[in-house]
């Protein structure tokens, strides 16, 4: 059976990844920022075989020139697909990728289009269940934001076309300073955009309000779009959730995705859960 698997693996590896034409490349996009530590990328993987993406993928990327004679090609990394652009001949995804101390680290260096090999799609059968909820409330920090895009996405074109209960959507994403904002703002203008029917809510919390921007750049999107918040304050979750809970009948799902270490995030979550069943 594990064989089978091992089989399997490889030739949908290959499939992926080799045969006539252009090979997938990934093109890095670095963002200013005020800060040394935690910066992030964003990686374009325009892919040699279209697939359908779906909310909750993600997909092991290899760079094999990130290290010499090609030996990154034994170096994979996980990474939430945070976007992707699909059309009848291409694929492109994005990864929004935080920079660590090895493979992320390297990857900052990566400049032009790079030869990528991606192992995936994986994940994504989780998702199933967030039709089932009339209100969705995803809570985020930082990086945590790229695994709650595509869901969302999905949750709208669900709302539209009548195949899911949802009709209240609420995203809480805190943010250490206020340049990390660029690292997802094209994808939450382009899902405010696409919300016709105004389920969606965007509350974007900087604790940290003091702290200036790299480029002096005041972001205001509260002035651009009329369902995006920014907000100063600390993140209070017991208030968002109770507030959310409060606001409409119906079940609720709540979905944090924490990059924080320290695991409160996560006690708090825990703690509703057992208050309340249905969330
Ligand atoms: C399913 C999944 C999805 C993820 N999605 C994202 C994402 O969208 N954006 C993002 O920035 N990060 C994501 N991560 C984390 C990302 O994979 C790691 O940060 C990255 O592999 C670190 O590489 P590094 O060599 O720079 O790490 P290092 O600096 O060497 O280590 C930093 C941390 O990353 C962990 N790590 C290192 N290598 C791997 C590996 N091959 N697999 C898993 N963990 C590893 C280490 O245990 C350590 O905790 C995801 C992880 C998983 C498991």
């Not at 075989?49 to 170096?75: D, M, N, Q, T």
């Not at 032009?112 to 192992?119: I, K, L, Q």
């Not at 939450?188 to 604790?207: C, K, N, S, V």
Request: with cysteine.
């Amino acid at each position: 059976m594990l064989l089978l698997q091992k089989v399997f693996w490889f030739l949908s590896l290959l499939y992926r990844n080799v045969g006539s034409g252009p090979p997938c490349r990934a093109s890095v996009v670095r963002f200013p920022q005020s800060q040394a530590d935690g910066e992030v990328l964003q990686v374009r993987l325009e892919l040699k075989r279209p697939w359908i993406v779906k909310a909750g993928h993600f997909i092991y990327l290899s760079l094999p020139r990130l290290r010499s004679f090609g030996l990154g090609l034994f170096e994979s990394h996980p990474f939430m697909i945070a976007w992707s652009q699909e059309n009848k001949e291409s694929t492109t995804i994005v990864l929004l990728v935080q920079c660590r101390r090895g493979f992320t680290r390297k990857l900052r260096l990566a400049d032009g289009a790079n030869y990528a090999v991606v192992d995936g799609p994986y994940g994504s059968h989780r998702l199933r269940s967030l039709s089932c909820y009339d209100k969705v409330l995803f809570m985020a920090d930082g990086i945590g934001i790229a695994a709650h895009l595509l869901p969302i996405r999905h949750l709208l074109l669900a709302h539209d076309e009548q195949t899911a209960r949802v009709r209240r959507l609420s995203l809480v994403w805190l943010l250490e300073t206020k340049d990390q904002q660029c690292w997802a703002e094209e994808f939450l203008l382009a899902l405010h955009d696409m919300d016709h029917r105004q389920i969606l809510t965007i509350f974007l919390l900087f604790p940290n309000e003091s702290e200036g921007s790299s480029q002096g750049r005041d972001f205001s999107i509260k002035q651009q779009r009329k369902r995006m918040y920014p907000l100063t304050c600390e993140l209070d979750m017991d208030w968002w959730i109770e507030q959310e809970w409060c606001a409409e009948a119906g079940n609720m799902l709540v979905t944090g995705m924490w990059t924080a270490l320290d695991g409160t995030h996560e006690y708090h979550l825990r703690r509703h859960s057992l208050r309340k069943p249905a969330i």
